[in-house]
Structures are given as C-alpha cells and as structure tokens.
C-alpha cells in the first residue's frame, strides 16, 4: 500500500493569508483543497512537500446574478454539476464537471482544483519505484523526456474536463495574491507546457470562476475515455455558440486532453459562424478542428485513434449544443 508522507498542514481563514504562506514557504508547501489528485501523486512521491496549505475556507457556493453566474472555487463538482443556476444557463459547464472522474471523486474534488489539477503522462503518473526501474523524465528527477525523447520540453497532457468549458464559455478567474485580487480570462491561466502549466503566480488561489450570464448561449461538453464511471478524458470538445435565427452567430470550441494546455480551435468554431449546424457542417467542422490536436503516445489508448475520435467528441459536441433548448432540465 502506497503511504502518505509527513507533512505539516495549515489552515489559513483568508485567500490572502493562504498567498502569504505560499509565498513565504516557495516551493516546499502547495495548496490542496479536495486533495483527489494531489493526495494520490503524493503518495507517489510526483511532489516532495513539507507542508500543505488547506483551502478548505474557499466558498463552496454558486451565485447568480443579473449578468453572471460565480462558481466560488471549493464547490464540488457534484455540487456544480447537480446546481440548477448552471444547469439552465450554463449546461456545457454542469455536464463537464459532472463527468469528472467518479462520484466520490466529485464529492470531495472542487471547481477551483479542477482548473489547477496537473497535466498527466503514462510515464510520470506511476509509483517512485516504476519511474525509478524506467528511468526518471523531466517533469520529475530527470533530464529527458520519455515520451519524445529528443524534445527540449515535457508534453504532458492538461486533463481538465472544466477548463476547456469554462474557455468556451467566455469564464473569468479570481485570483488571490499577496497584494489582492486580479481577474485573469480562463483561457490565459494556461501554458502550452507540461511541467510549467498554469500561467497564475504560484502563491495566488484560485477564489472563483465567473461564467457570463448569456441566455443565448447554448453549450455542451462531450467527452471520450475507457471507462465511463471514472477515467480522465483521452478526448473531449467543449462548445459554446448562439444561434441567430438558426444560423450559427458566434461559436468556440476547445479541446481536452490534446495538448499542454485546453486547446482552442477557432479556425473550426469560425467556420461554423453563419451556418446552420447539419451533419455535413458539424463534420467539416470536426475535420478543421482536429488538424491542431497532437496527441502523443503518453495517455490511453493509441494517439492515433485518439486523434481520430477527437472529430467524433467535437461533431457531437456541435450537434448537442445546436440541439440544446431550455438547459439540462428543460
Ligand atoms: C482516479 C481519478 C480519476 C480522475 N478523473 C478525472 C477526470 O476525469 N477529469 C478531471 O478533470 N480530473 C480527474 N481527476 C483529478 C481530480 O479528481 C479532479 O481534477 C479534481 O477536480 C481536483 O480537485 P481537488 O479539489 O481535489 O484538487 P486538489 O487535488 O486538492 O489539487 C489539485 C491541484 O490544484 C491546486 N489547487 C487546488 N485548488 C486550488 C485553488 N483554489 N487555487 C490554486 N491552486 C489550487 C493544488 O495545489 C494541486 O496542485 C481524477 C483523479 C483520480 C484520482
Ligand atoms: S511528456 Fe515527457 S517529460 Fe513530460 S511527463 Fe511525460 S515523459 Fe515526462
């Protein structure tokens, strides 16, 4: 049985003490808040920390206003998957948080984590002691890269299923830093980078997501993975459009589990700009929107066909966004 090392926790009551902590203590502290991904590498021993900063003060609740809807960044997933305000006006969003890994995952996993949760490789998500017998790579103790072996970089692969949705849906970030608070587009909180993913200052806590609150915009996430009941995506498509008159008028989809990063294809949401969403253009859409994805050989199943079913996630992503009336419920 894989053990927890020793660490000492923290529990500070505000985003700004737990920033100061963060920055006071650098590298050996990290923030944890449900802890389903980072208990597990810890107990891998993919981080070396002395102490962990507990988040457990970070609001655990969806608001809504006249122009937005804020998912405060401890809510569960199940909680947002299972909220009516996102249901009904942002039905992509629910779906993907509710397609998380598995239900005691999303009773414990937040929103906030979810956005933050590391970039994944078949060569670095294993024991100490398999790493060690294959050989370490760069993302942890070593100096090459397993996967694409004369490559100066780690090509790890960002595996949020909310991240992309809350791209497509326009979403900001709260993060809280030492000296305040910034709002940063979800989009830009990424680096198409394997070790180095997230673009926020270290120290600075994700305090909450909001989601413009848009009626007219419709939005689902599909996602692809061997097992229903818990894996991470090896595929997914999130996409956000209104429609005009039946007539596509602004769209934008992203992409899970095809790069460092949530990767954006607007080549294909603006080619589906004024038309109306059939099979014959949700499929060239698809075709358009999967020349960019690069998947490698370093999640499940072969890159290949994870290449090929990405036009699958994304046309039926399309086709489940154009065909939505009412949210989830209605
Ligand atoms: C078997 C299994 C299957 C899984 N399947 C999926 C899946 O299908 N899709 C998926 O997206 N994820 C999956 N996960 C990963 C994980 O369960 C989720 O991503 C979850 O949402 C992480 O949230 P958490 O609150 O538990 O984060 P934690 O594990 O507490 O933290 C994750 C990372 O984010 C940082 N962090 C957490 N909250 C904040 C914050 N507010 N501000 C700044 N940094 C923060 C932590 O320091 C850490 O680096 C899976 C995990 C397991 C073990
Ligand atoms: S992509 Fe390469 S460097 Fe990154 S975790 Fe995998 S093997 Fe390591």
Known sequence: MLRLPRFRYLRPKTAREAARMSADLGPRAMFVAGGTDLFPKLKRRQFEVETLIGLDFLSGEVRQ??????????????????????????????????????????????????????????????????????????KKDGD??????????????????????????????????????????????????????????????VTELRLRRDEGVRSAYVKLRRRGSIDFPIAGAAVAMRLDGGTVASCRIVLSAVASHPLEVPEAADFMVGKTVDEESARAAAEIAAQPAKPLDNADLTHFWRKKMVRVVVEQALRAASDQTGGLDG
């Open 65 to 138: 206003s006249d122009d937005e809807v804020v998912v405060g960044a401890g809510a569960t997933l199940a909680f947002a998957a299972e909220n009516q305000h996102l249901r009904r006006v942002h039905p992509g969003y629910a779906q993907a948080a509710g397609l998380v890994s598995s239900p005691p995952l999303r009773n414990a996993g937040t929103t906030g984590g979810n956005l933050c949760v590391d970039t994944r490789c078949n060569y670095y998500d294993m024991t100490f002691e398999w790493r060690k017998a294959a050989g370490f790579c760069l």
């Open 144 to 205: 090459i890269c397993l996967v694409a072996p004369s490559s100066p970089r780690c090509w790890a692969v960002s595996s949020s299923d909310t991240g992309p949705m809350a791209i497509a849906l326009g979403g900001l970030v709260t993060l809280a830093g030492t000296d305040g608070e910034r709002e940063l587009p979800v989009a830009a909180l990424y680096r198409d980078d394997g070790i180095d993913y997230l673009a926020k200052q270290p120290s600075e806590v």
